[in-house]
């Protein structure tokens, strides 16, 4: 049964170049999402998840920015070194992306179908009135209420949530295989997030879209995805099915991450917490870049950088950690 | 017997809103419209609610760095809303505010003992040496180190400066903290470390908290008891137990539903609250939370619940508890 995935990621490597030399936000990571597939990315502040969305969209701003290894397959192309003028093609059509703050992403001078209707004509052969009518069909398939006279409204006429849902519309209207959404509840309060989740899921039952999560939220982990993996100052340290993650945690970090979170339905009496800051990228050159954190931190974590294990007894779980070597090493 | 340390008795807040070409008063923002409830001394109040409703307002009123429209606030059973501003000022010693923000409530181009200091220097305490002795001791006791002080707020991560912040409000040994959203801009990792950090100095201090915040993990955990607002209006307030077992207000319920719970075994089917928040410059008559409720009734749209206690020591404002 093994499809092609629609997103492969290989040893991906975006650096930026400063005064200071060469800081790699995202170092050699791999991952691949499935048709139709809900893949969460989550990690703290700063450990590459915007980084490594934004080089799949091709949008890192270069300089400082650049890709400078690794491979990223999009249905099978690699796009790596593809031109401007072919990714124009691909994003919207392949592959769209919605981010954190809507009000960034919608041009305050230009109504909504203004907007709507514009991405539509690019990349369709779609006419004036065509385009109009599959934007309305879009606002109302991501359930706004008075489609028609959106379209003639600002963003600014809207709320945060209504926003986020006109973002979403706009990513789907030409029907991408892959959505990548980058904190797209974060800055929505609770009872828009849980409208704006159930609306994704949705989605991506009905239209078969894949979609990249990227999220810190465990708790919206643990309710829409499928399978995750957790970054760690621009490293992939583990990876999992969501069951086996909440589980199973098996990274130290993944294990203290989930541990940190004060739970609405049980108070803990203290809540765990994992000592020391999360290190600035390329500040640490060598071993694991937990280290420093790590309660089980040994002689080899300081000197050699531990590589993706198998863990023992657990299909599709992987872990770079050396407390698991000997699951054995991972390939890729 | 709990002794109350605050009181806030129907307290409102109305911002006008200027307008047309005079910029005459065209309207107002209820931010906080008629609330009471009390502190008492040793606990933590836990203040929740989503964003616009309040809950900010209603911590600086508490220290009249906002001036309340109307109502009244009783600290330890003194009237602070006719204080005058200098006596305002010696009261804040008392209680102290902790912002969400760490990188902008710190002044970039000070030292962290220069920050720490001024709160001393503002209300006259001690000697230059003093001053700078108990610098120190409450960088230790945040968790940091006396080689701190030297050090400006941009060398310090987003959790140290939060600390930097919390070593600020304690200068003066208040008895009372007001913080707003203190963790919710930190990283889980970090923001656990704060959360230990506050439970800690409440404990060794015997420190009363009005803990702000959206996250409704981390205010169950933190807190005693907890209030509940909607545009403006407090809904619901009892202990942290009864609140998160047993929410009366149909608000609160579907407000706990919608938060996402880690755990991917236990796939809940939530009712979804449909439809946005209403503008508190407009808000609906009757119960504000009416356009949204489930279980909205007639006398919901005209009449106004209040505040009254269901059960002992739980309080909700909603006409399906109207005793009779
Ligand atoms: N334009 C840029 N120039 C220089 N460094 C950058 C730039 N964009 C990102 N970085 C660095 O790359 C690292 C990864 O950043 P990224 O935005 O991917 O983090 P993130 O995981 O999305 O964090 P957050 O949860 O805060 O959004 C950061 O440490 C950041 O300093
Ligand atoms: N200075 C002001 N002038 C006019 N309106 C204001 C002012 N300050 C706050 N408001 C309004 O009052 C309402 C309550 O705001 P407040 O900041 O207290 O909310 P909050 O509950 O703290 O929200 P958040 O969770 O977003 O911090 C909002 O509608 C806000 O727009
Ligand atoms: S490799 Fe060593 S330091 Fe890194 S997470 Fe595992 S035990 Fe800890
Ligand atoms: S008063 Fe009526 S509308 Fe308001 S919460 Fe109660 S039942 Fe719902
Ligand atoms: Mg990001
Ligand atoms: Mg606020």
Redesign the pocket.
């Known amino acids: 049964m093994t499809q092609a995935p629609v997103l492969d990621v290989k040893q991906l490597k975006t650096s930026f170049f400063s005064a200071d030399g060469e800081i790699p936000a995202v170092d050699e990571v791999s991952f691949s999402v499935n048709k139709g597939e809900i893949l969460g990315i989550v990690g703290e502040s700063g450990c590459g998840k915007s980084v490594t969305s934004l080089s799949i969209m091709k949008l890192i701003p270069q300089p400082p920015g650049k890709i400078v290894g690794g491979e990223i397959l999009l249905n099978g192309e690699d796009i790596v070194h593809s031109s401007e003028k072919r990714m124009r093609e691909i994003r919207g059509n392949e592959v769209a992306m919605i981010f954190q703050e809507p009000m960034t992403s919608l041009n305050p001078l230009f109504t909504i179908g203004n907007q709507l209707i514009e991405g539509i004509k690019i990349h369709t052969k779609a006419g004036k009135k065509e385009a109009f009518q599959r934007a309305v069909e879009m606002l109302k398939l991501v359930g706004l209420p008075r489609a028609e006279q959106i379209m003639h409204e600002y963003p600014h006429q809207l709320s945060g949530g209504m926003r986020q849902r006109v973002m979403i519309a706009m990513a789907l209207s030409c029907h991408p295989k892959l959505l990548i959404a980058d904190e797209p509840t974060t800055a929505l309060d609770v009872t828009i997030q849980a409208q704006i989740l159930a609306l994704m899921k949705d989605l991506n039952e009905k239209l078969d879209t894949a979609i990249v999560l990227i999220t810190h939220d465990l708790g919206v982990v643990a309710e829409v995805c499928e399978r995750v993996i957790v970054m760690y100052a621009g490293k992939v340290v583990e990876e999992a099915p969501v069951i086996e993650i909440f589980k199973n945690p098996k990274h130290p970090y993944t294990h203290g991450l989930l541990e940190s979170v004060p739970d609405v339905r049980e108070k803990k009496e203290r809540l765990y917490s994992i000592p020391g800051n999360v290190p600035k990228p390329g500040s640490i050159r060598k071993g694991c870049r937990f280290a420093a954190r790590c309660e089980f931190v040994h002689e080899r974590c300081l000197s050699d950088t531990p590589p993706l294990y198998k863990v023992e007894g657990a299909d599709q779980h992987t872990v770079r950690c050396f407390l698991h070597e000997s699951g054995g090493a991972a390939s890729g | 017997m709990a002794e109350v340390l605050l009181e806030v008795n129907q307290l409102k807040k109305y ?1 006008p ?1 200027n307008g047309g070409v005079f910029g005459k008063r065209v309207g107002e ?1 209820k ?2 419209d008629d609330i009471s409830f009390f502190v008492n001394k040793g606990e933590t109040l836990g203040l929740v ?10 911590g600086r009123m508490l220290m009249r760095l906002i001036e309340p429209t109307d109502g009244k606030v009783l600290f330890e059973g003194k009237e602070l809303t006719n204080l005058s501003d200098g006596d305002m000022r010696k009261m804040r010693k008392e209680m102290q505010m902790v912002f969400q923000d760490p990188f902008a409530s710190l002044n970039p181009r000070h030292t962290v003992e220069k920050i720490l200091e001024e709160p001393l220097i503002v209300h006259g305490i001690g000697d230059k040496e003093e001053r700078k002795k108990r610098v120190k001791e409450m960088l230790e006791v945040v968790g940091l180190s006396s080689y701190h002080a030297k050090r400006y707020p941009h060398q310090f991560s987003g959790g140290q400066r939060q600390r930097i912040g919390i070593a600020r409000a304690l200068m003066t040994k208040p008895k009372l903290i007001i913080a ?2 203190p963790v919710s801009a930190l990283d889980v990792s970090i923001q656990s470390q704060v959360l230990n950090l506050l439970e800690d100095l409440q404990e060794e201090f015997q420190l009363t908290y009005i803990f ?1 915040a ?1 996250d409704l993990g981390v205010v169950k955990h933190i807190s005693d008891r907890v209030g509940v ?1 909607y545009l ?1 209006r407090l809904v619901e307030i009892t202990t942290a137990e009864k609140l998160y077992e047993k929410p009366l207000h149909p608000y609160t319920n579907a407000l706990l539903g919608a938060v996402p719970v880690p755990d991917p075994t236990l796939k809940k089917e939530r009712e979804l609250l449909t439809g946005d928040i209403p503008s ?1 410059s407009n808000p609906p008559s009757g119960c504000a939370f009416h356009t949204r409720c489930r279980e909205c009734m007639d006398i919901c749209k005209t009449e106004r619940p209040q505040l009254e206690e269901i059960e002992p020591g739980h309080f909700a404002a909603c006409h399906l508890y109207k005793k009779n």
């Open positions: 911002f809103i923002v931010a906080v609610g989503e964003s616009g409703c309040g809950k900010s307002t209603t707003d959203e702000i959206h607002m403006g508190p």
